[in-house]
């Protein structure tokens, strides 16, 4: 498989929030595993693709899930027609030829799971194909990633201490207003006033998480609500669409987000 089809081609629009760039890039240097911790839809898949394109290194992301086994990440023997044959999974292919890894909600896998990326996390940067008998050395530009949403965890569900004491971490939040404005407008061509409404739309969102929501609204709804502004929609009806109607059930919570939208966009 050539690896040059994971190369990023296209700068992908990534607004600092931060030092996020300058810590990653040091990190990245000294092949420092890296976890970048925040909740969903704040830009740590953006940022991720960004910094793979600044460093020209190819990105394999894993979007991570609780039937993963550990040999949807490392390879398994296919038959075919000649036989049995090995195959590389996401995480072998990215050891060999020295791409990011990104495991996108790594806590999603099971712990058995999780331990494969053990040795290729401390100064060994193995990877062991137990079934096949290999042991893989990582190529020296190889470098883990992983996201991790805290407002996920509960006891049952959390990395390990051992894993986690492998990565050096970077917060993550919602930017701040006027740069989420910003990001809201570019990535869909909504006007200034639009911008800022939806993002006060969303603070009051992110208020009630933990009084009946789990999660606010993110960025990436955000943008979802403007991109149906953007093609003509009632910004009413989009902002229910995006905004509320996937957040939450709760009938009383809907009434509450409902009228939130209808204070900042008034009947059209
Ligand atoms: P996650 O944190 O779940 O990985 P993503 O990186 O997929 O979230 O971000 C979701 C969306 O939010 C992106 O597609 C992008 O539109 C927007 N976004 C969030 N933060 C930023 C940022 N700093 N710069 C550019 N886009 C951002």
Same mark, same amino acid.
């Given at each position: ?88 999974? $996401? +995480? &072998?292919?990215?050891? %060999? ?7 996108? #909600?790594? *806590?999603? =896998?099971?712990? /058995? ?5 053990? $040795? +290729? &996390?401390?100064?060994? %940067? ?7 008998? #290999?042991? *893989?050395? =990582?190529?020296? /530009? ?127």
């Amino acid at each position: 498989m050539s690896v040059e089809q994971y190369l990023i081609k296209v700068q992908p629009y990534y607004r600092t929030v931060g030092n996020e760039v300058e810590l990653y890039e040091a990190a990245y240097s000294a092949r420092m595993p890296v976890m970048l911790k925040g909740p969903t839809g704040c830009g740590k898949s953006r940022f991720v693709e960004y910094m793979a394109w600044k460093l020209k290194k190819p990105l394999i992301t894993v979007a991570c899930n609780e039937d993963m086994t550990a040999s949807d990440l490392v390879g398994r023997f296919l038959l075919d027609a000649s036989g049995t044959k090995w195959h590389d999974g $996401p +995480l &072998t292919v990215a050891a %060999r030829s020295g791409a990011i890894c990104y495991l996108d #909600e790594i *806590v999603e =896998a099971r712990q /058995d799971t999780t331990v494969v990326i053990h $040795p +290729l &996390t401390d100064h060994r %940067r193995q990877l062991p194909l137990e079934k096949k008998g #290999e042991l *893989v050395n =990582a190529h020296a /530009d190889f470098q883990i990633v992983i996201s991790y949403n805290p407002g996920y965890q509960s006891l049952m569900k959390d990395l390990k201490q051992s894993t986690k004491q492998r990565f050096g971490a970077i917060d993550f939040d919602y930017p701040e207003a006027g740069v989420e404005a910003e990001i809201v407008m570019h990535e869909t061509k909504v006007d200034k006033a639009t911008a800022e409404k939806l993002v006060q739309i969303a603070h009051r969102a992110r208020n009630l998480k933990g009084h009946g929501l789990d999660e606010g609204i993110s960025t990436r709804l955000l943008a979802y609500a403007g991109s149906l502004i953007a093609r003509g929609i009632d910004p009413r009806a989009a902002c229910q669409m995006t905004l509320v109607r996937p957040i939450t059930d709760d009938p009383d919570m809907r009434e509450t987000l409902d009228a939130a939208v209808a204070m900042f966009f008034p009947g059209t």
